[in-house]
């Protein structure tokens, strides 16, 4: 009796085991997100497209004298010291494995974005900063919008540019196809 009370005891223990593990993982929040992403996104981390210059000891928003201009559940606009530059960034998507994002730098006077992306953010820790990743998943809400900045330079491998025309491509559909918007 006493053995089979030792090897039932066992079984629990062990079918709880992973609900442990799982619970060291980090944990996002299930409101107020699109503020949580501000303060606890690390900037730096990035694609270059979004956010080019680095500066050292710098990473979030904050670092880099940026403050929110309007914040609700899902979506912010943040605006450098200035109003140099400008970022929306709409929660699209929340699941245990990230947080996806439509980072975008909208265009002037209330015009269609200049760039727009689908980010994945993760972080490994509770206390660890937000790390951005370019996503392969598409959002109807958030189609990608890519315009180089110095419009001389094109390349093959990014499809900024349409090499008949050597004009900028401003939407890419998909990972395969791209359409100019005039």
């Known amino acids: 009796m006493k053995m089979k009370t030792k090897a039932v005891l066992a079984i ?14 980090a ?7 699109a503020e949580f992403v501000i ?9 270059s497209t979004l956010w080019p210059k680095k500066e050292k000891g710098k990473k979030t928003f904050a670092d880099y004298g940026f403050t929110v201009q309007t914040v609700d559940e899902t979506e912010a606009v943040i605006e450098a010291a200035g109003g140099v530059k400008r970022l929306a960034i709409r ?3 929340q699941k245990s494995s990230g947080i996806y994002v439509c980072f975008a730098e909208p265009g002037e006077s209330g015009g269609p974005a200049k760039t727009q992306s ?11 900063l937000l790390k951005g990743h370019e996503s392969f998943r598409e959002f109807a ?10 419009q001389r330079i094109c ?9 008949s025309t050597s004009l900028p491509i401003a939407r890419m559909n998909s990972v395969h196809s791209a359409t100019r918007d005039f």
Do not use: F, H, Q
């Open 91 to 93: 929660v699209l998507d």
């Open 141 to 150: 809400a958030c189609p990608v919008i890519v315009v180089p900045t110095d």
């Open 155 to 163: 390349s093959w491998a990014t499809l900024m540019c349409d090499l």
């Open 39 to 47: 303060e606890k996104l690390d900037v730096t981390s990035l694609p």
């Open 27 to 33: 944990e996002y929040p299930n409101v107020k997100v």
């Open 12 to 25: 629990v223990a062990l079918s709880y085991a992973p609900l442990g593990v799982a619970g060291n993982k």
């Open 118 to 128: 689908v980010l994945v953010l993760k972080r490994n820790d509770p206390s660890a």
